[in-house]
């Protein structure tokens, strides 16, 4: 238990549905992230928030959509997927830039097939 | 943007030998180092963290030692042992900027011959 709890753990999902992941932190951290996570592939940064607010987007399509109402929920919202955003999902959260406690939370991820 | 590469990307090793796993970092200001272990189908957990103002840090089994003329720092596990299998992500963030971003390294799989 890391205290990061990440919804479904695995998603099929066809190339014209619309899903969301979600993730919840019981931490009391207030930045949280999304990683993609491929075979043979580092651990890709898609989005940073900070105080629910966005700092980060790392260049990601728009049918990733995150969406953070508080800073203990993220989201990440899914459309018109393609079969290679197929990968494993993984949520993390740590204290903000600049706090005593760097260190980040990962949850277990959700693994994520296009079909 | 900071860029970490990390070396090898598989590492076989005898239970009870050592396994050293290296990366190299590109931004001079990045001031935090932590290595991730990835057991297969879990998430990642931290095992050990060093900031710049440190050259070389332990836990048991687990050292890791920072070059920060160089820009490289590497992962030290001493009498590997079968749990130790897995695969190991090093990382690296800056202080300052706007963001907090982390940035990892391809990863290394290791597994520990019993």
């Known amino acids: 238990e890391t205290g990061v709890t990440q919804t479904p753990r695995h998603l099929v999902m066809g190339m014209t549905n619309k899903k969301s992941l979600k993730c919840e932190q019981h931490?009391?951290?207030?930045?949280m992230y999304w990683y993609k996570q491929s075979a043979k592939k580092p651990l890709e940064l898609m989005f940073v928030y900070n105080f629910k607010e966005q700092t980060e987007n790392n260049s990601v399509p728009s049918r990733f959509s995150p969406e953070c109402p508080n800073s203990s929920h993220l989201f990440l919202h899914l459309h018109t997927l393609q079969p290679e955003d197929s990968a494993l999902y993984l949520c993390a959260s740590s204290q903000p830039e600049g706090g005593a406690g760097n260190t980040i939370y990962f949850g277990e991820g959700s693994w994520l097939t296009v079909v | 943007g900071e860029n970490v590469e990390q070396h090898p990307s598989t590492l076989s090793v005898q239970e009870g030998d050592s396994a050293v796993i290296k990366c190299t970092y590109s931004d001079s200001a990045s001031n935090y180092f932590p290595w991730y272990k990835q057991e297969l189908g879990k998430r990642p957990q931290l095992i050990i963290d060093i900031r710049s103002n440190v050259g070389e840090k332990k836990d048991q089994r687990i050292a890791v030692t920072l070059n920060k003329t160089a820009k490289h720092f590497s992962l030290h596990i001493t009498e590997t042992q079968p749990e130790d299998s897995a695969v190991y992500f090093c990382?690296?963030?800056?202080?300052?900027?706007?963001?907090?971003?982390?940035?990892f390294g391809t990863g290394t799989l290791l597994a520990v011959q019993p």
């Open positions: 990382a690296a963030r800056g202080i300052g900027g706007a963001t907090n971003k982390l940035i």
């Open positions: 931490l009391g951290h207030n930045a």
